[in-house]
């Protein structure tokens, strides 16, 4: 982890590390001028993740005035450090991470920028705002919010995938007003009911205005749908623990590139690993702990076409092995 972090934005890197593997993750990054550019960025295939954090306690004044100060020092400073460093990485090519490593960004015109504030210390008291504040949209997280949202979301392409359904929402002119709840009721409403939310009447409209109630996300963490779904998916973090074992070799050693003969720190491959979502992971693994195992032992390979029609080529063989097994992927 880099130095410089205080404790929230050490915890919110921990997370991003967590769901978006070590490989993609990069607290602390520099940006002009050698100053910090946000807290934590995320750069993963042609995504790139902006979170700043900001954590100040939210004093009581007993009138909207105790509200108007948070929100400004907690969420209008936080949106106006990520649109600064987004401007800064709309002109470059890559950066340093705080410990010094440089990261390669994504060409200029496949880049995807996804805003993330996450605004500490309202304990639930302050009304979150929520959408565009001037230069795009900036999705806000509390303490509430936050780990639920790393927990339930723990792949670049389901966190991502989530972000712009919210975001289209607020293009189809939807504001949810929240009573009591957070974001995590709105994640809620979007894990039960898909991109629309459950939102959209039998007219295919969208309306203006949806009051979101307190308690849905509990209702449905608690609900023995959810939890047998989320022991379905618990295979799925053998492809998670798959990737960190690569990235590892990547990142220490480098890996052998069977076309050039040579070690190489091209991570084309492990982005393709990283960009399926966690149901796609759960195939993957599934498919290939079967195929490791005694009732695969006579299959020399097998192939799974995954997210993105991408092939994953599962290939047993000795590790000695190697220009044989170079010979049979091609």
Not at 217 to 246: G, M, T
Request: charged share 25%; with cysteine; proline share 3%.
């Amino acid at each position: 982890m880099a130095t410089g972090l205080n404790r929230s934005e050490e915890f919110v890197a921990w997370l991003c590390q967590h769901a978006f593997l070590k490989l993609w993750t990069h607290p602390n990054p520099v940006g002009k001028k050698g100053k910090e550019l946000c807290d934590c960025l995320v750069v993963c295939g042609a995504h790139v993740v902006i979170i700043s954090v900001k954590e100040i306690e939210y004093r009581d004044t007993g009138d909207q005035v105790g509200w108007e100060r948070w929100q400004k020092a907690a969420i209008d400073k936080s949106a106006q450090q990520i649109w600064g460093a987004e401007r800064w990485l709309r002109t470059v090519y890559s950066f340093q991470r705080g410990d010094g490593r440089e990261i390669v960004l994504p060409p200029l015109d496949k880049r995807k920028y996804h805003r993330v504030s996450v605004s500490l210390g309202g304990r639930g008291e302050v009304p979150l705002r929520w959408g565009d504040f001037g230069n795009g949209f900036v999705h806000v997280l509390d303490e509430y919010s936050l780990t639920e949202a790393f927990r339930e979301l723990d792949t670049i392409t389901d966190f991502v995938t989530y972000l712009s359904a919210a975001e289209s929402l607020f293009d189809r002119g939807v504001r949810p007003v929240f009573s009591g709840s957070g974001a995590e009721d709105l994640l809620a409403l979007y894990v039960l009911n898909g991109p629309t939310f459950g939102l959209v009447g039998e007219d295919g409209a969208y309306p203006d205005t949806v009051v979101i109630t307190e308690g849905i996300w509990k209702a449905l963490v608690a609900s023995q749908e959810y939890i047998e779904r989320n022991k379905d998916l618990q295979s799925s973090y053998a492809w998670d623990r798959l990737i960190d074992h690569y990235a590892e070799d990547l990142l220490t050693d480098g890996m052998f590139d069977m076309h050039s003969k040579q070690v190489t720190t091209n991570e084309l491959a492990l982005v393709e690993m990283a960009l399926q979502s966690r149901g796609h992971r759960a195939n993957l693994a599934d498919t290939l702990l079967e195929f490791l195992g005694p009732d695969g032992s006579n299959i020399a390979s097998r192939v799974v076409v995954a997210a993105n029609a991408t092939a994953f080529v599962f290939l047993g063989g000795d590790s000695g092995e190697r220009e044989f097994r170079a010979r049979e992927l091609s």
